[in-house]
């Protein structure tokens, strides 16, 4: 029907990507909430080298690296239901698996995999910080748990901050991913649009420039929040 | 005030203190000598709980702790008490050089901050450098920032300073005004205990020297016993390691 260009269609998709907008960057944020204190747990685990645990989180790490997020959406959509419902029926409560939003399996999957990708970026971070500033914390009166959260970690986010950025902005662009969970997220909203018409050039224009807004505003965030954090470094 | 029983400690198979006795009166500014691997440093983080010591008691005024059954209150109120200037300052680098002096006074004892503020304001007077309270440690020069870690201890009001090599990892031409401060410090009546290589230090302000050699004590007294009439022959032999020809009879 519309082979060539259609212009007016462009507005249309715009005001069904704001709509995903919501969706994409709730995502984001609930994942980052849950991934970034498991992943610095993790990453502590790691640096004291604790037997058992340290070995597991580098095999789930290598695991999260070494597999692509749209094969480990389609496991964990397909296989989670299945061992609820397996759960479910042995302890006879009565359940309807697939009344889960898919939302829910969102949160998991970019958690699972953000964790992963976070505990390496925390573990190198936490390794700049000098043992010694822990030592005197301690030596004034602080307890660990504060010297961590007034002291070691402020100096460990500095550190960790570009490569934050990088997951940060990769996290928003797996979202996108998303419409194999039909989740209404950007993507799945504009394409969706976009089939009563076949504007599907329209389309991921739109989806190009939305993303890269909103890629283009975080990363500028984020880049004034290193700088705050890293004030004590700019003599 | 501060006496340490019997302190073992040991990492490993190695063995680096074996049973240390030492006592430091009010007032006191001792100083502990020993060639490197002797135990002192250890000595001083055992005391301060930075390391566990394996066996023995630390005593400060009438707080006496079994460091095998030290709870983490009892590490609480010794730290109260002792306060630590480290090698290599360890200032926290993410804090002002007013925060480094008040984050103890405030966090670790819940004070005010105004109050905390003024005690920081007379311990940075105190080492001078009351200019200086706004910089963040990378601003400042290593005798600089050893000055503000030595008003960071000072402001706790402790009973005793640990000094743990203090000008170690200064430049030369810096060392001279660590030394003086904690000379100031020291003549306002201030109990330290101080592990140095800086023999002219030991000789003018100490009234106490140890000397300890692998992991023990083996000899101790005042500069004079110690730097002019040494009885062990392993004194001797470090003393003529590191002294310059001429101390001796200088003095």
Redesign the interface.
């Known amino acids: 029907m519309a082979s060539t260009f259609d212009v007016n269609f462009l507005g249309e998709a715009f005001r069904v990507a704001m709509l995903g907008v919501p969706v994409t960057l709730g995502i984001t944020l609930i994942t980052l909430l849950l991934s970034v204190p498991i992943s610095f747990y993790f990453a502590t685990l790691r640096l004291k080298k604790i037997p058992v645990v340290s070995q597991v989180i580098a095999v789930y790490v290598s695991f999260v690296r070494g597999t692509p997020i749209l094969i480990q959406i389609f496991i964990i959509y397909n296989s989670v239901p299945i061992l609820l419902k397996m759960l479910f029926e042995t302890y006879q409560i009565k359940f309807d698996i697939y009344a889960i939003h898919p939302i829910w399996y969102a949160f998991i999957i970019f958690t699972f995999s953000t964790t992963a990708l976070l505990v390496e970026v925390f573990r190198s971070a936490l390794s700049t910080v000098d043992k010694g500033q822990l030592e005197a914390a301690n030596a004034v009166g602080l307890t660990n748990f504060q010297a961590y959260r007034r002291i070691i970690i402020p100096q460990m986010l500095g550190a960790a901050m570009p490569n934050m950025t990088t997951n940060i902005i990769n996290l928003i662009k797996a979202t996108s991913l998303g419409y194999a969970l039909s989740l209404p997220e950007i993507t799945l909203n504009v394409k969706v649009a976009a089939n009563a018409g076949y504007n599907y050039i329209e389309a991921y224009v739109v989806i190009f420039f939305v993303y890269l807004a909103i890629c283009s505003l975080v990363e500028y965030a984020l880049k004034k929040y290193e700088r705050h954090l890293l004030r004590f470094k700019l003599v | 005030m501060l006496k340490v029983e019997n302190i073992h400690k040991a990492f490993g198979n190695n063995e680096i203190l074996k049973g240390v006795n030492i006592e430091v009166a009010q007032g006191d500014v001792v100083v502990i000598l020993g060639p490197s691997g002797s135990g002192k440093t250890t000595l001083l983080r055992c005391i301060?709980?930075?390391e566990q010591a394996d066996r023995g008691k630390i005593i400060v005024g009438d707080l006496q702790v079994d460091v095998t059954a030290a709870k983490k209150k009892d590490i609480?109120m010794i730290?109260?008490r002792v306060?630590?200037v480290?090698q290599?300052y360890?200032?926290?680098?993410?804090?002002t050089v007013l925060e480094n002096i008040t984050?103890?006074l405030v966090?670790?004892?819940k004070m005010s901050k105004s109050d905390a503020n003024e005690l920081a304001f007379a311990a940075l007077a105190k080492v001078g450098l009351t200019d200086k309270q706004a910089a963040?440690?990378?601003?400042l020069s290593g005798g600089q920032q050893q000055r503000v870690g030595i008003a960071?201890a000072v402001a706790?009001s402790p009973d005793i300073i640990l000094f743990d090599e203090p000008t170690s990892a200064l430049d030369p031409e810096l060392v001279g005004e660590v030394l003086s401060v904690m000379k100031n410090i020291a003549k306002e009546g201030t109990t330290m205990l101080v592990v140095t290589h800086e023999m002219s230090f030991a000789r003018e302000v100490a009234n106490h020297i140890i000397f300890m050699d692998q992991g023990v004590v083996v000899e101790e007294g005042t500069p004079d016993e110690l730097f002019v009439h040494p009885k062990q022959q392993r004194t001797k032999q470090f003393l003529q390691r590191v002294l310059p020809d001429d101390f001796i009879f200088n003095i």
């Open positions: 301060e709980f930075l609480h730290r109260q306060a630590f480290f290599n360890n200032l926290f680098s993410n804090k984050e103890g966090i670790g004892r963040y440690p990378s601003e960071r706790l």
